[in-house]
């Protein structure tokens, strides 16, 4: 067993959704890490250290969610295996489904084409850097229910919103959220994208304090077997609490997946 000088990494237990001798999938919940970060220098808890005490050997992650998404994260158990996994996203066969909830009511779907600017860390500048150069990026969207809501924002006696399904074909930071609200439909408690009034509201009438983004579903191929692996995860109870309020429950149950 992997000793780790954080008790409290040691007595949190993650949710394994598949694991083989070469890859591991948890179900991440909202606010933890996916790895150490100087974005959040602070922060101790991240899904890498928690997971490599849990099943006690190293982990390499593949790619990452944002803190406060939740949802499915692949892990490879060598280095070997993340390089073959790796390719796999740099190439574009890994596909994803998220699940959001929006202001406002989307159109039923559409293709958000929109180029976002990455940052990097230099060490030796110690901070964070913009890269001047927009990086090409994709994501489709389709709409799976809408609602309207006695809640006064502004100057409106009543609210609209959506659930959506998203699938983002590159992986840029920050990039559904971003693109959410590049087209004016901003993920409800988004505190960086968003809109701080209508988070104010779910944290008020549901006590939602939480991004309303879980990545759902993840196909990839395995990279010893070549099998196609199809992964789905659960929403989160308070999430999944909200979507049952909401009588959304079997708006989740996607059918039609845009590969």
């Known amino acids: ?16 959704i598949y694991q083989d001798q070469h890859i591991i999938v948890i179900n ?18 991240y899904a890498m250290k928690i997971l490599r005490n849990q099943i006690g050997q190293w982990v390499y992650p593949v790619h990452r969610l944002d803190k406060p998404t939740s949802g499915l994260l692949l892990f490879a158990l060598s280095p070997e295996i ?33 180029a976002l600017k990455e940052t990097a860390m230099f060490k030796h500048q110690k901070k964070m850097v913009e890269q001047r150069e927009p990086q090409e ?13 006695p809640y006064t924002v502004d100057r409106y006696p009543s609210t609209r ?10 992986g840029r930071t ?27 509201v779910f944290e008020e009438k549901h006590g939602i304090h939480r991004l309303l983004l879980a990545a759902t579903e993840i196909s ?16 989160e109870n308070d999430f999944n609490s ?15 997946i845009i590969t």
């Open 137 to 149: 990026a994709l994501t489709l969207y389709k709409r799976l229910a809408t609602i309207e809501l």
């Open 220 to 235: 990839f191929t395995h990279p010893i077997t070549e099998e196609r692996m199809n992964l789905k995860a659960t929403l």
């Open 1 to 16: 067993m992997i000793n780790d000088e954080s008790e409290s990494s040691k007595q949190e237990i993650l949710d394994i």
């Open 82 to 114: 993340a390089k073959k996994l790796g390719e796999q996203f740099e190439n574009n066969t890994v596909k994803k489904t998220y699940i959001a909830m929006v202001r406002g009511h989307t159109p039923l779907g559409g293709i958000i084409r929109h």
């Open 174 to 200: 920050h990039q559904i959220r971003k693109h959410l609200k590049h087209i004016s439909h901003p993920i409800i408690g988004d505190a960086k994208h968003g809109k701080g009034k209508h988070n104010r």
């Open 28 to 45: 991440k919940p909202s606010g933890l890490l996916v790895h150490k970060s100087p974005i959040d220098k602070h922060e101790t808890r």
């Open 161 to 170: 919103y959506s659930l959506i399904a998203a699938y983002p074909r590159t």
């Open 242 to 256: 909200l979507i049952s309020i909401l009588e959304w429950a079997d708006k989740t149950q996607i059918k039609n």
